[in-house]
């Protein structure tokens, strides 16, 4: 008589077999995973990260209008605030051209451009392309203006991409975009796009022609090496990137 071979269970029968010990290990898996989502995206932010200066610069005028004078706010600069309700469309295809192209649709950090950027950086052997979103760099302003002399590097890196992920989750778009415009340096001791508008060209925000708002919207990569009033030719070097870029997005005729 020939022995028989035991037949083996099937993959069904097997998952059965583990499920009751498997199910405890994955749903504490799975509640880990939540609470880290959570705390990640929803921990409230430090009041003080979002506190306004201390004192805003101050323009005085003579009887008809004419600037005699601007008291500078109390961080040293020149701004006036852009409301998130009113934002300039030219200015905000310009700026989303320049920094951000994808910013509707990431949630505070964009993967594909980490991986472009990876890939132009080692293709050119240095650093040449960035991935910061205008969020991350929300994030940035923020926190220098709050420690100004804080350290830079990876540590430094990953704290603004978690703010940027709480600061998605507080605002909307055009809020961050507003706060981005706001708090972002344009050269001349000019913080926000608005101020500098009025300084470089004599126009408000919202005047700015498309070439206007293109070089604007440049400037906060580099505010020194960009400065128009010592390097001109960079400034509109970078002001016909950002024209190219809008040209392609349809953007140019806003």
């Known amino acids: 008589m020939s022995a028989t071979t035991p037949e083996r269970p099937s993959l069904r029968a097997r998952f059965a077999a583990w499920g009751p010990r498997l199910r405890r290990p994955l749903l504490i ?58 934002l300039p469309p030219r200015l905000v295809a310009a700026t989303l051209a320049a920094e951000d192209r994808r910013f509707y649709g990431h949630v505070g950090l964009d993967p594909v451009a980490m991986v472009r950027a990876l890939r132009t950086n080692l293709a050119e052997g240095r650093i040449v392309e960035g991935a910061s979103t205008i969020s991350q760099q929300v994030a940035k302003l923020l926190l220098n203006r709050q420690q100004p002399a804080r350290r830079r590097g990876v540590v430094a890196k990953a704290h603004e991409a978690l703010i940027a992920l709480r600061l998605e989750h507080r605002f909307s778009k055009a809020e961050l975009l507003a706060l981005y415009l706001n708090l972002a340096a344009y050269g001349n001791q000019f913080t926000g796009a608005e101020r500098a508008s009025q300084a470089y060209f004599g126009v408000p925000a919202a005047m700015l022609t498309p070439a206007q708002a293109a070089f604007l919207a440049g400037l906060p990569q580099r505010p020194s090496g960009f400065n128009p009033f010592r390097s001109p030719e960079p400034a509109r070097a970078r002001q016909r990137t950002v024209l190219r870029r809008m040209a392609a997005a349809g953007a140019l005729a806003l």
């Open 29 to 86: 898996s799975g509640a880990v995973l939540v609470a880290g989502v959570l705390w990640v995206r929803c921990w409230p932010l430090p009041d003080a990260l979002l506190a306004e200066p201390s004192t805003p610069s101050t323009v005085v005028v003579d009887r008809h209008g004419a600037p005699i004078y601007e008291a500078l706010s109390g961080e040293a600069t020149r701004a006036i605030a852009l409301r998130a309700d009113a």
